[in-house]
């Protein structure tokens, strides 16, 4: 599903940001990213969305070698992933149905697949009653349960969760790791990048921790701990 083989990434000023990144994630899996600030987890995130070119090496996905996109294709690439932001990222003047929408809107889905497809995704995240309120009428978790429904709604092989609880308390927290969980259950590649070592911890996923660039940590049903 994703390989990443012999990637490095330098920048200008000289800063290594990823170092002989070697690891395979498969179809279906729940991957945490884990590493204190300036690991390289955005780095790694980024290189992935194709937001960095890497220095050297090469990233498939689905078997393609994404270093090799050229920039007009690089929209049609995105489309197979979604993302969950910390910061929710809402349009604030559109409701909650509207924001879900454009992102069907934008990769030109018809209004029959939109009607057809949003009802189905808010009902899955919990908010078909508040399809018709407005970002600044939400909590925080039903913020982000709009982001989630709003990165699955084009049904996506891979879901990119950066620090996706980072703004949330712990109850509410954890009803959103267990909609990312019930979403990977149901076949898509989840790879999460979190502080929050609690969640790791108890869910016992598979962990890769990165510490200046390189991955310390790969480990099967791993825990937070990385130094």
Same mark, same amino acid.
């Given at each position: ?31 945490? /990213? ?10 790694? *995130? ?19 070698? *994404? ?25 604030? =003047?559109?409701? $909650?149905?509207? =924001? $879900? ?7 030109? %889905? ?7 497809? $949003? ?24 913020? %982000? ?28 927290? =954890? ?8 979403? =990977? ?24 921790? /990165?510490?200046?660039?390189? $991955? ?12």
């Amino acid at each position: 599903m994703i390989e990443f083989k012999d990637v490095s990434k330098s920048y200008k000023n000289g800063k290594l940001a990823l170092f002989n990144i070697n690891l395979k994630i498969d179809k279906g899996e729940f991957v945490f /990213l884990v590493g204190s600030s300036g690991a390289g987890k955005s780095t790694f *995130i980024k290189a992935l969305l194709k937001e960095e070119d890497v220095t050297s090496g090469t990233i498939k996905v689905s078997g393609k070698d *994404i270093c090799k996109i050229p920039k007009r294709k690089i929209p049609k690439y995105r489309r197979s992933i979604g993302i969950v932001f910390q910061d929710f990222r809402l349009l604030p =003047n559109k409701t $909650v149905y509207e =924001n $879900v929408a454009f992102a069907m809107e934008i990769i030109g %889905q018809s209004n029959k697949n939109i009607r057809r497809r $949003v009802p189905f995704v808010l009902g899955m995240v919990g908010l078909s009653e508040k399809a018709k309120s407005y970002p600044s009428e939400l909590s925080g978790g039903e913020q %982000q349960r709009v982001s989630i429904a709003r990165a699955i709604v084009n049904n996506p092989s891979i879901i990119i969760a950066d620090e996706p609880t980072g703004n949330l308390d712990p109850q509410t927290a =954890n009803e959103i790791m267990n909609i990312i969980t019930d979403i =990977n259950r149901r076949g898509t590649t989840i790879i999460m990048a979190t502080h929050a070592s609690d969640l790791v911890d108890r869910m016992k996923k598979r962990v890769i921790a /990165l510490k200046k660039g390189i $991955v310390i940590k790969d480990e099967e049903r791993g825990s937070y701990d990385y130094e």
